[in-house]
């Protein structure tokens, strides 16, 4: 790649500028040589944190947190008056932790793991208090130690700390059992076999079963209430709608519902009572612009303690003084700063409070009220903390679509360089239908605004949180509407002067691959290059292949981009699918992709990698064999982000830092794929 490999101190801070070897990048770099904001060494905004995901014991007592263990993110604990230093480990998993929680009684920490991001999960209980094993850890349990099962966690009884309501397809691939598993003995009693498209189970404050969740072939859901033996419908919705219960009334006689039925547009917290089928609205945004977005229950009063609804940013709706008192306290003290509630003893005497920004490094604080104790426990990221100084804001706007619908997004622009004439990286996100970007620290924009690129991050039709009508407004709308959302984006940008049209890239996973592919595909002349990360290349061949445990979100998926059954359906899949249209792709192109991926399996890449180097097309490939959908391996990720840091200055002349620790300019070309291979069938 023509890249140095000297190793370096993860801590270093590299301040370079560096000089180009092709005209291009001398141009366009030319007007850079005097920038005073350093170049932000990549392993500061992608390496594993050194502490996250903090949680407090039930009693108050220890905290529990994510740290590296053998390189490797897992849980440490300690007593909550001790030092950091004084934590142990208690996992010692091979693949890095996404959660884990605490047991209601504290005597164990439960966690679920995969292998090599296949999804495929067990359910996993370790006692912190316990003797270290031969690995240097407590021995932790597989509780549910099956082979190609994807277990699912539903509730942790309220009554019984060592029951826990759990999912396995273990009968059926397609569908999920209910079992009862006793965390102490790891004892695993199916309650109910799910014959019926049973999707889900609704347990009310007793963790009596009170109802089931039950999609058919239409993608109808309907709530089916528990009367004894027998189940009667209380509840529907059609497949572009959604309903889900999200708590009890206090007397366990109301269903909470957050739920967009009907004539609602946004998503609105109402009761349900099973006995009448009457439902009251109780809540909805009171703003009238975004959907409802959380809901928190006081686990011993059974009120709700606030609602919360994200439009630019984050708005919260106390119900309970002591609490509004609480974060109007911290507010004050951290005015600039998002502020959370990230955990809480049972008693809610002590809190865990995490503050957060768009240009700062995230902190977590032990927060006594009662005391008035407020005190930094960790930042996850340290050496962050001492260059946010140098991050650019992040900023909310709104542009029109092809047909007139509003569009909001967020923009950031590097300080590096005047606001006007930049390199651009759209930044698009997955899903698509519900995910959203939000606004705060996000690395990845980080980086590329250090780098020098504005980074547009577009909220398309089809993202969740702006209610119904946007959101289903995506549907069959892949690579046409859709696809506009993110083209007029830019060319806002462009005609504001904010972008230089020749040095435009488009990025993103999952769908965000998918609509850098189409936008390479279908709007040829708009970018300079793009990078897809575990984005399908072919809407046929994803359909065929979903997992089985999708099964009830068939008809969502045939609603979001065709009917394969049908004539018309084949006919807009073909349209929307790059892979039929790799003639027009004349940009360069860097896919990403793992090798376990079950839900845009490796075929999705290789074949568009296969057709474009047939064809002569620049395309590279990085492909992972111990990755899933999307690179979690803290070497991968670093050689995937190196790789493409080193593309986009290519392609884009953005800044680029050549060093690379040594283990990751090792593991870099295990990752790069000889396209070469794809076409006449040798291995990687």
């Known amino acids: 790649m023509g890249v140095e490999d000297r190793p370096y101190k993860k801590s270093e801070f590299h301040c370079i500028i560096e000089a180009r070897t092709s005209e291009k990048n001398i141009r366009y770099m030319s007007d850079m040589q005097s920038v005073k904001v350093p170049l932000i060494d990549r392993a500061i905004f992608f390496d594993h944190p050194e502490i996250a995901g903090g949680k407090l014991s039930p009693d108050g007592t220890l905290i529990s947190f994510l740290k590296p263990y053998q390189g490797i993110l897992n849980v440490w604990v300690k007593s909550l008056a001790s030092d950091m230093e004084e934590a142990i480990p208690v996992t010692a998993a091979d693949r890095p932790m996404s959660g884990y929680f605490w047991s209601r009684d504290g005597k164990y920490i439960v966690y679920a793991l995969d292998r090599n991001g296949d999804e495929n999960i067990n359910i996993y209980a370790v006692d912190p208090h316990a003797e270290k094993a031969s690995g240097g850890v407590p021995p932790s349990r597989n509780l549910t130690p099956f082979e190609s099962v994807s277990a699912r966690i539903y509730q942790a009884a309220w009554t019984d700390s060592d029951l826990f309501w759990v999912g396995l397809n273990d009968r059926d691939e397609a569908w999920h059992d209910l079992y009862a598993l006793e965390l102490s003995t790891g004892n695993l009693t199916r309650h109910f076999t799910n014959t019926e498209r049973m999707t889900g189970y609704v347990f009310d404050w007793e963790d009596e079963l009170r109802g089931f969740y039950q999609t058919d072939e239409k993608g109808v859901t309907q ?251 995506g549907d069959l709308e892949w690579g046409r509407l859709m696809q506009d959302d993110i083209t007029y984006g830019v060319q806002y940008l462009i005609r504001e002067g904010i972008a230089d049209s020749d040095r435009i890239g488009i990025m993103g996973g999952s769908y965000g691959g998918y609509a850098t592919l189409a936008g390479l595909a279908f709007t040829p002349e708009l970018y300079a290059c793009g990078v897809d990360i575990v984005g399908p290349s072919n809407l046929f061949t994803l359909l065929e292949s979903i997992p089985p445990y999708w099964e009830a979100g068939r008809a969502f998926l045939y609603g979001m981009v065709g009917d394969p059954e049908t004539e018309s359906g084949q006919k807009r899949i073909r349209e929307a699918s790059p892979l039929f249209h790799v003639d027009e792709i004349r940009r360069p192109l860097l896919i990403v992709q793992g090798a376990n991926d079950p839900r845009v399996k490796q075929a999705e890449s ?57 283990e990751v300019a090792d593991r870099l070309p295990e990752l790069l794929v000889n396209v070469k291979s794809l076409i006449s069938g040798d291995e990687k």
């Open 223 to 473: 709530i089916l209430y528990k009367e004894g033996h027998n189940l009667k419908p209380i509840f529907e919705v059609p497949v572009s709608e959604s309903v889900s219960v999200v708590g009890w009334t206090p007397d366990n006689k109301k269903m909470y519902l957050v739920t967009n039925e009907g004539e609602r547009d946004l998503l609105t917290l109402c009761t349900l009572d099973p006995a009448t089928v009457e439902v009251e609205e109780v809540e909805s945004d009171p703003e009238g612009r975004v959907d409802i977005d959380g809901v928190r229950f006081d686990r011993h009063t059974r009120e709700i303690i606030v609602t919360s609804y994200v439009d630019e940013r984050e708005r919260k709706y106390w119900k309970q003084d002591d609490w509004e008192r609480y974060y109007a306290e911290l507010n004050e003290r951290f005015p600039d700063r998002e502020v959370d509630f990230q955990s809480s003893d049972d008693a809610y005497e002590r809190f865990l409070i995490s503050l957060t920004g768009d240009r700062y490094a995230a902190s977590t604080w032990l927060y006594i009220p009662s005391r008035d104790v407020l005190h930094k426990v960790y930042t996850p990221r340290p050496a962050l903390a001492e260059v946010e100084g140098f991050l650019a804001p992040m900023n909310a706007i709104r542009y029109e679509s092809s047909d007139g619908l509003e569009i909001p997004a967020y923009l950031t622009l590097p300080r590096t360089a005047e606001e006007k004439d930049l390199p651009l990286v759209v930044l698009v996100h997955g899903g698509p239908k519900g995910p959203r970007d939000y606004w705060g620290y996000h690395p990845l924009v980080q980086f590329l605004a250090n780098r020098g690129y504005a980074v547009l991050q577009p909220n398309f039709r089809a993202s969740g949180g702006y209610g119904k009508s946007f959101l289903n407004a």
């Open 606 to 662: 290789d074949q568009i990698v296969r057709a474009l180097a047939e064809k002569g097309k620049h395309v590279s490939y990085l492909l992972a064999e111990d990755e899933g959908h999307g690179f979690r391996k803290p070497i991968n990720r670093m050689a995937m982000y190196a790789e493409i840091e080193h593309f986009l200055a290519e392609e884009l002349g953005g800044r680029y830092q050549k060093e690379k620790p040594v």
